[in-house]
């Protein structure tokens, strides 16, 4: 999903009020006494008195509610204050709760940054989980700077190119920002990092960063060939390409991305894998599925595949704003794991829905992919998808399917290869500690002490959790790190070794010429 096809939901905040507006209304009818023309009797005094007690006893009783189980009485009228926009029935608790440092979100009052703030638990001497192997590209994600280091001025450099600059000093992060992100996407960023201070407290030395939200990397490795490459100022971004000096940090949405009602990770991968469940692979519909917004950059040539018959495919346009109107009830990710094969195209860049697909157990059909983000770059054809060729989709397309179906196990293989890695590499643990990672090693890189820079606010999860209302506040809440974990960050792999990087580099690129071979009939 790409820029064009997120929609705005401006309407939540209001909604929620007016949800909350009509619950309170409906108590007060309850517990209002009758009307009476003439002086109220004793009797009738005494219902008065006790209807007013028990009226204030109720609003007692949801004002608790409310600051102790926000997201259970959002769901009891969820149905009738949102329109049917968005369903909480399925929100997942599956977040460890644990209440050493619960938000404190008190109305008509400012909110700020608490003083007495999570402090990391004393080290135990339990064996640390070695990370994914993908961690390596953290290295070389953060290559140009090793020998000479990161100066203020390479990061100031990179002001023009900011949504916001990030300091962290001594625990505290502090933000500039120098414009708006689409929608969410920096909100949920920033909030990603304040949890990830809450889990890691004291653990990151302080550091100083450029972050940029738009859809495709932007330091173009032509303006530093050679040793200009140490020069390169360092920006951070959703994904990254050949071509381009950016270094790859985990997406906005695994926190959540309201604009499309998508949920956040742990509860979206439990509709995922229920989702998974409903139909026996085998049983899957026998042709490709792709949908989304094929506005968006080369993916109008998915619209001549569009058929079962000639090309094994079917291509759905996603009408966002009808999604809207209609409360998403046809974009439902987990509704979508009903076919054998699922196809991935990016739009402008590297696209969020890519880590969806791969979950489905669907055999992913990955039409060559330009951009990567933090995890997909281990990937391998024929291993964990099936590689298309961007110069004749629809007959690659084809030749895939075909080839599937008269390879079940195969095919089936293929797909669930795909997917383990997603469920089990890429878990939101896995998604805190690689962040931990890039951002420790980019920090040690420094070659100056980080400060506040003018302009900057303090951040914290209190500031930032407690508002605005609606499904962004509901996201925030359910994703937030109640506190320190009893675990370290898992411990890095070495960096790769120029001879097996390349030789990494090499199969893969062998792997996809097979696979040409295979369709031009020149080979099987």
Request: glycine share 4%.
């Amino acid at each position: 999903m790409e820029v064009e096809e997120q929609v705005d939901s401006s309407h939540s905040s209001s909604s929620f009020r007016s949800g909350f507006t009509q619950l309170f209304n409906t108590v007060s009818e309850k517990l209002r006494p009758p009307i009476t023309t003439t002086s109220p009797s004793f009797s009738t005094k005494k219902f008065v008195s006790a209807t007013t007690a028990s009226f204030f006893l109720v609003l007692l009783f949801i004002a608790t509610v409310l600051s102790n189980r926000w997201t259970d009485l959002t769901s009891a009228f969820a149905g009738n204050s949102w329109d049917g926009a968005f369903s909480f029935s399925q929100r997942s608790l599956d977040y460890p709760k644990r209440d050493e440092y619960p938000l404190n979100c008190t109305t008509n009052m400012t909110v700020t940054c608490p003083a007495n703030y999570p402090q990391p638990f004393e080290e135990n001497n339990s064996s640390r989980q070695q990370c994914p192997d993908y961690f390596r590209w953290i290295h070389e994600d953060l290559k140009p700077w090793k020998k000479k280091g990161i100066t203020r001025e390479m990061v100031k450099e990179l002001e023009k190119y900011a949504h916001f600059r990030l300091v962290i000093v001594n625990g505290t992060a502090y933000v500039k920002q120098y414009a708006k992100a689409f929608q969410t996407r920096d909100v949920f960023t920033l909030w990603g990092v304040l949890q990830l201070l809450r889990m890691y407290p004291g653990m990151l030395p302080d550091l100083d960063l450029i972050f940029q939200c738009h859809d495709q990397p932007s330091i173009k490795k032509d303006w530093y060939q050679g040793a200009k490459a140490a020069e390169a100022p360092p920006l951070f971004h959703y994904c990254g390409s050949d071509s381009t000096f950016d270094i790859v940090f985990p997406d906005w949405s695994f926190w959540g991305w309201p604009e499309v009602n998508i949920k956040p990770w742990v509860p979206l991968m439990k509709d995922l894998e229920e989702g998974n469940r409903r139909t026996d692979w085998k049983d899957r519909m026998p042709y490709a599925y792709w949908k989304g917004n094929l506005w968006t950059g080369a993916r109008r040539v998915l619209d001549r595949c569009n058929s079962t018959k000639d090309w094994n495919a079917i291509i759905y346009n996603q009408d966002w704003g009808k999604e809207v109107a209609e409360g998403f009830k046809n974009s439902d990710l987990s509704k979508q794991c009903t076919h054998r094969y699922k196809i991935y195209m990016e739009g402008n860049a590297w696209s969020v829905s890519e880590k969806y697909i791969l979950a489905c157990n669907s055999m992913a059909l990955l039409i060559n992919p330009g951009f990567y983000d933090f995890f997909t770059r281990s990937l391998v054809p024929l291993t964990h998808y099936w590689p298309i060729n961007a110069n004749h989709i629809c007959e690659s397309v084809k030749f895939a399917v075909d080839w599937g179906n008269r390879n079940l196990e195969k095919a089936q293989e293929i797909g669930q290869t795909g997917s383990k890695v997603i469920k089990e590499q890429v878990t939101i643990e896995d998604v805190y500690d690689y962040m931990f990672h890039v951002l420790y090693r980019y920090g040690r890189l420094l070659k100056y002490q980080p400060t506040k820079p003018p302009g900057a606010v303090e951040l914290c999860s209190e500031t930032w959790g407690c508002s605005p209302d609606g499904l962004e506040k509901i996201y925030k809440i359910d994703t937030m790190v109640p506190g320190p974990v009893q675990r370290k960050p898992c411990a890095m792999p070495p960096p790769y070794k120029l001879r097996a990087l390349q030789a990494l580099i090499i199969q893969n690129a062998k792997i996809k010429r097979k696979v040409e071979q295979w369709e031009s009939g020149k080979d099987h």
